[in-house]
Nanobody
Framework: QVQLVESGGGLVQAGGSLRLSCVASGRSFSMYHMGWFRQAPGKERVFVAAISWRGSSTYYADSVKGRFTISRDNAKNAAYLQMNSLKPEDTAVYYC????????????????WGQGTQVTVSS
């Protein structure tokens, strides 16, 4: 069993930055692939970024490439999403997710999900 808790969301002006954190409790965090997804009001949850269990591979949605960076620190049981050059369209609830066996990390088929953290970007 893995429990995920996100933090770091908030209100920021366009062009600003935020760093989201996802801390996991439970066993064997280093064995889990980690993903970040977001859901805007009235829209489906969509893929943002993912990182493999070793951290050797990262994946990004086209909409955030070059602006967002995903990372992890297995010693701290944590994954991060550094978000730079934020735009109003980045406004959403951001969720982290974990899965040990997922093959395509951009799919929303992760076994464990956090409760989400709100990110609001004002224009």
């Amino acid at each position: 069993q893995v429990q995920l808790v996100e933090s770091g969301g908030g209100l920021v002006q366009a062009g600003g930055s935020l760093r989201l954190s996802c801390v996991a409790s439970g066993r064997s965090f280093s064995m889990y692939h980690m993903g970040w997804f977001r859901q805007a009001p009235g829209k489906e949850r969509v893929f943002v970024a993912a990182i493999s269990w070793r951290g050797s591979s990262t994946y990004y949605a086209d909409s955030v490439k070059g602006r967002f960076t995903i990372s992890r620190d297995n010693a701290k049981n944590a994954a991060y999403l550094q978000m730079n050059s934020l735009k109003p369209e980045d406004t959403a609830v951001y969720y982290c997710a974990a899965d040990a066996t997922l093959v395509v990390l951009s799919r929303p088929d992760y076994h464990y999900w956090g409760q989400g953290t709100q990110v609001t970007v004002s224009s």
